[in-house]
């Protein structure tokens, strides 16, 4: 399986923009590139996802290196809220196969007042 | 629509004792999994489903069984608790895996204790 290397951890200043980077240098040309944090005591949620160009939605924006060995996942303003683990993951395109995601540690984000 | 829910949030077992812990989504998604997530680590697939009545092994599927006679429901058994065992357990639902959208749903998570 395709892997991805992060930072453990990251801080950032509350409504500053944050900048977490994700290495993936055997990503394959089927290999989707999701982003999904999880919040003190909860479970995972999903933050984004996209296989080549760069994706904006109302949580984040995801920008993809042209090589597509490295993405960024981009909070404009992070919040208090934000303060969450990232977890980085690709997950494959095949038709009718289980789908699962592989998590590893992710980037613990501290988001300062 | 209360998505994925986890019964019980929160149990403490002796170690030989069994349990179920359920997993219920009302969004109609045909993929459900099992993860456990250790302290300090990511999430790790126990059992997963791709449909009703189907159920297929994940990375640490041992000491573990599950069964999916609904579509809405996933069930994963412990039948002889075992202190490595002592874990956070996640449960997560997907519409369909192999499209585009691969998104899964995560319930809050059931936080096991096995002395």
């Known amino acids: 399986d395709a892997k991805t290397t992060q930072p453990n951890s990251m801080e950032s200043n509350e409504e500053e923009p944050v900048h977490l980077p994700c290495n993936h240098s055997?990503?394959?040309?089927?290999?989707?590139i999701h982003w999904y944090r999880q919040l003190p005591s909860q479970g995972p949620e999903y933050v984004i996802h996209?296989?080549?160009s760069n994706v904006n939605n109302r949580m984040a924006s995801l920008a993809i290196a042209e090589d597509r060995k490295s993405s960024t996942l981009i909070l404009h303003r992070a919040t208090l809220r934000d303060a969450a683990v990232y977890y980085c993951?690709?997950?494959?395109?095949?038709?009718?196969?289980?789908?699962?995601?592989?998590f590893g540690k992710g980037t613990k984000l501290s988001v300062k007042p | 629509n209360a998505g994925v829910t986890q019964t019980p949030k929160f149990r403490v077992l002796k170690t030989g004792q069994s349990m179920t812990l359920l997993c219920a989504q009302d969004?109609?998604?045909?993929?459900m999994y099992w993860y456990r997530q250790d302290p300090g680590m990511g999430l790790r697939l126990i059992h997963y489903?791709?449909?009703?009545?189907?159920?297929a092994k994940g990375e640490v599927p041992d000491g573990y069984n599950v069964s999916r006679l609904k579509k809405q429901n996933f069930l994963l058994g412990l039948e002889s608790a075992a202190p490595s065992q002592t874990s956070v357990y996640f449960c997560?639902?997907?519409?369909?895996?192999?499209?585009?959208?691969?998104?899964?749903?995560f319930g809050p998570g059931t936080r096991l204790t096995v002395l």
């Open positions: 997560a639902s997907q519409p369909l895996a192999g499209t585009s959208t691969d998104t899964q749903y």
């Open positions: 489903s791709v449909g009703e009545g189907t159920t």
């Open positions: 993951i690709l997950s494959r395109n095949y038709g009718g196969s289980q789908g699962n995601l592989i």
């Open positions: 996209g296989l080549t």
């Open positions: 969004m109609n998604h045909e993929y």
């Open positions: 055997t990503i394959s040309g089927t290999d989707y």
